[in-house]
């Protein structure tokens, strides 16, 4: 099983960035898939979520308006899309999959990623 994440990077306050994750090894299309992140210090928590079918989707709070969770099943990819990001996004982005029902608790969710960094700073 591999989940690897890409698109990190430098990017101003207001801007706007995109991360993707790509599964192997596993049913992609049957395992809900979640984006949490980490902040330098601070503990891993939850962002988004999609279920496996793409039909429902779910925000933290600190996210909810300017983040957009996707995926594409005949890719195996799914994708958050960041925009108006703050300093406070500033964070690893990690990508997790879980087969059940949808959840936002990290313990639940059975095969991550590396992560891939994001930086908001002028």
């Known amino acids: 099983v591999q989940l690897v994440e890409s698109g990190g990077g430098l990017v101003q306050p207001g801007g706007s960035l995109r991360v993707t994750c790509a599964g192997s090894?596993?049913?992609?299309?049957?395992?809900?898939m979640g984006w949490f992140r980490q902040a330098p210090g601070k503990e891993r928590e939850f962002v988004a979520m999609?279920?496996?079918?793409?039909?429902?989707?779910y925000y933290s709070s600190y996210v909810k308006g300017r983040f957009t969770v996707s995926r594409d099943n005949a890719k195996n990819t799914v994708y958050l899309q960041m925009n108006s990001l703050k300093p406070d996004d500033t964070a690893d982005y990690y990508c997790?999959?879980?087969?059940?029902?949808?959840?936002?608790?990290?313990?639940?969710?059975?095969?991550w990623g590396q992560g891939t960094q994001v930086t908001v700073s002028s």
């Open positions: 090894g596993f049913t992609f299309s049957s395992h809900v």
């Open positions: 997790a999959a879980k087969k059940g029902g949808n959840s936002r608790l990290e313990y639940e969710y059975d095969y």
């Open positions: 999609i279920s496996w079918s793409g039909d429902r989707t």
